[in-house]
């Protein structure tokens, strides 16, 4: 099985053009990633902040330096479902919030 790298913007939206979707803050697009078993899940930080990860169903707990992209890999075993997750900065445990709850969608 080929793994493949799933992406997922984290950024801060300081002009607040989408405010319909989402309110100004912390952002993540899109809010939920569809992925397999193996694939890499890389959350590209357009931030000048760590960013922290806590995906507690799939008991996955990462964090990245200041600036720097954040990758996990989906485990081989996990059972499918939607996993909730939460992003916030590393220093400040700011939220990154989506046009809904952030979450992981094992097929």
């Given amino acids: ?6 992406e997922v913007a984290a950024f801060e939206d300081t002009v607040n ?34 960013l922290k990860l806590l995906v507690s169903g799939l008991s996955i707990e990462a964090t990245s330096g200041q600036g720097q992209d954040l990758s996990i890999q989906i485990p081989p075993n996990a059972i499918a479902g939607a996993y909730d997750y939460d992003l916030t900065t590393s220093s400040t445990n700011k939220p990154f919030k989506g046009e809904s709850k952030p979450e992981i969608i094992v097929k």
């Fill in 17 to 50: 053009q989408d405010a319909t979707l989402a309110p100004k803050g912390h952002l993540v697009r899109p809010a939920y990633v569809l992925v397999n078993r193996g694939d890499t899940v890389k959350w590209v930080n357009c931030t000048n902040e760590g």
């Fill in 1 to 6: 099985m080929t793994s493949t790298v799933r």
